[in-house]
């Protein structure tokens, strides 16, 4: 599916046409099928710009089976809404049963065609069985949902020639879609939904916790309605355990609704299957909160939400600025301080929104005491501080005032050396800290419920090998685990499983890999709903710094610039405060448009709260 460009048009190989100043591009693909050889790749669509919708060919008249495959992997990646283009392909019985989306395969390059289609079991001259191939990268599941994935992907794809007709079609093919990575990444776009976790509330005001769950939507086929169905039909498997939604069940948009988009007020109305007498206040806020935090990711000028029931009938509104105080969400949240420990191996801060100079001692025992200083993390409320020893044996929480006191050690390690004792430790919006020793004789994972409870062990059942970091998201039900095993680091995602009520402590099941082709992952934190900043390397790479998803997606986008020998970074949730890292140059920060900046020279450790 390669194309090239000449004179500002696309020529694509085979039969095409381009209209791109009505922002349209028709593609078909007619090469002819050699009668034996090797196996041939589809090449993948190059990217189009921004405003281009690329549509299919339907099949050319006595097309012969290598060309009706060619055609129809080329229809599987346009931005035809219902792929009725790739159902001409089809027998009629095959187009009216196959399910495009039930998945979606992603390979490495375009799938590849078994040239020589070998006679199908039919044993006629009117049947032939083709192969599809290709190396698998990932796979999203019916509920939009990207899972990394490997290994060899084969299927077989059976034509026959019709009777009447003499044309040939497709009668037997397996359901979903299958393209290369490059048109995946033209297609699709991903896109945080949001729920609620469930059982937790933050706050005087006990505000739910926003909790994000990517999914990818195609971008160019009405992708505003594609969420709000996708949100309606509710989180994805993995999360689904530890989250809520305020919709109750059944809710839907109202029959017909498409093309959803903001007014010129950047007002959405939202056409709801709901009569209003089951549509409480305090639910109908919730719901609202739900789709402005989704639908920003997609209209970042939203500024309302109008959910409609039945009969038309106005359910409620609600403003960009309401919908963040009816509910906590991380990205939201501007922390005011960066805080580090400086030379003397004391804790310091220093406002976010300075210019990288003038870092002050906290007041209280952690930066007016005698306490040597390895680690910290300040609680989102920026009211405590949980802290390291400068030996790596011992956590402690004090208040973040003058009058503040260390007491006594939360957990303590026995590890042979520092880097074999506690990890920094992290916070999440309920106040419950996390820490994990890596003593190799006796690891483990802890939680200390709202910084002040006795250190619990939490079970992390298919653990695979030693915790060396932990970093909880701000939603306290997932937390990122970089492990070594066999002298490797990978990152991982955990769900946070809490039994309410009955005293036990939580565990982190669901382990899944957020960097899969990163084999040694050195620091990392969180930098957005379902994003993280990863310094890591590839299997003979050297270092590098980039985005990865919690669902181990790869993001579009520019990397951090290059900075040697990084051993620690901090990023917030909220993508407005700098980047700082600690490095060989000391404690660096990056603000945005800028290049690294020196901070500290001495200063090591650095973490905004979180």
């Not at 393209?179 to 995946?184: A, L």
């Not at 956590?395 to 880097?419: F, I, K, M, Q, Y």
Request: aromatic share 6%.
């Amino acid at each position: 599916m390669g194309a090239d460009r000449e004179g500002g048009v696309q020529r694509r190989r085979g039969r095409a046409a381009a209209y791109t100043a009505l922002g349209v591009v028709l593609l078909a693909g007619c090469a002819s099928m050699p009668d034996s050889g090797d196996l041939r790749d589809v090449e993948s669509t190059p990217r189009q710009d921004t405003g281009v919708r690329v549509f299919a060919m339907p099949p050319a008249d006595d097309a012969n089976p290598g060309e009706i495959m060619q055609g129809f992997l080329e229809a599987l990646t346009s931005d035809d809404p219902e792929y009725d283009t790739a159902r001409k392909y089809l027998a009629n019985d095959a187009a009216r049963t196959w399910r495009p989306e039930r998945s979606t395969t992603v390979l490495a390059n375009g799938p590849s065609i078994e040239t020589d289609c070998r006679a199908g079991s039919r044993e006629t001259t009117n049947s032939v069985t083709c192969v599809l191939t290709g190396t698998r990268v990932a796979t999203v599941d019916a509920q939009q949902a990207y899972q990394p994935a490997a290994g060899t992907y084969r299927r077989k794809v059976h034509l026959t020639r019709d009777g009447k007709t003499g044309q040939w079609r497709i009668d037997e093919l397996p359901d979903g879609v299958v393209m290369g990575k490059s048109d995946f990444q033209r297609n699709y776009t991903s896109v945080d939904k949001y729920y609620f976790a469930s059982g937790t509330s933050v706050g005087s005001a006990g505000e739910p916790v926003a909790v994000a769950d990517p999914v990818f939507v195609r971008s160019k086929v009405d992708p505003m309605t594609q969420m709000v169905r996708s949100l309606l039909d509710g989180p994805s498997d993995w999360l689904d355990p530890v989250v809520r939604s305020g919709f109750p069940t059944g809710t839907a948009l109202q029959k017909g609704v498409s093309g959803l988009a903001p007014d010129d007020q950047n007002r959405l109305t939202v056409p709801l299957n709901l009569g209003a007498s089951r549509v409480a206040p305090s639910k109908c806020t919730e719901m609202a909160t739900q789709l402005l935090f989704t639908l920003r990711n997609l209209a970042p000028t939203l500024e309302s939400v109008e959910l409609q029931g039945t009969g038309g009938r106005r359910l409620c509104d609600l403003t960009e600025e309401r919908a963040e105080s009816a509910a906590w969400h991380g990205s939201a949240k501007r922390p005011e301080y960066l805080y580090y420990v400086d030379g003397r191996h004391r804790l310091v801060r220093m406002p976010t929104g300075s210019s990288g100079t003038g870092s002050v001692q906290v007041p209280g025992a952690l930066g007016e005491g005698d306490k040597t200083l390895r680690s910290v993390a300040v609680s989102r409320d920026e009211q405590s501080v949980a802290a390291v020893d400068n030996y790596g044996a011992s956590l402690h929480v004090t208040s973040l005032t003058s009058d503040g006191s260390l007491g006594d050690a939360l957990v303590t390690s026995r590890g042979a050396t520092p880097d074999e004792r506690l990890t920094t430790p992290s916070w999440d919006a309920r106040g419950d800290l996390w820490v994990a020793d890596r003593d190799r004789q006796d690891a483990a994972l802890y939680v200390v419920e709202h910084g002040t409870a006795k250190a619990e062990k939490v079970t992390v059942p298919d653990l695979p090998g030693r915790i060396k970091d932990v970093r909880v998201a701000a939603d306290g039900v997932r937390v990122a685990l970089v492990v070594e095993k066999d002298g490797k680091q990978s990152l991982l995602i955990g769900r946070i499983e809490r039994e309410d009520g009955t005293g036990a402590a939580p565990s982190v099941v669901g382990l899944r890999s957020a960097a899969p082709d990163l084999e040694e992952v050195g620091t990392m934190t969180w930098a957005g709903d379902s994003r993280l900043l990863v310094v890591g390397q590839e299997q003979g790479g050297v270092q590098q710094m980039r985005y990865v998803q919690v669902d181990g997606a790869t993001l579009d986008g520019p990397a951090p610039g290059a900075l040697p020998g990084v051993k620690a970074i901090a990023a917030s949730e909220n993508d407005r405060v700098p980047l700082v890292a600690y490095s060989d140059d000391g404690i660096v920060r990056l603000p945005t448009g800028a290049q690294w900046q020196k901070v500290d020279k001495d200063g090591t450790a650095p973490v905004y709260p979180g």
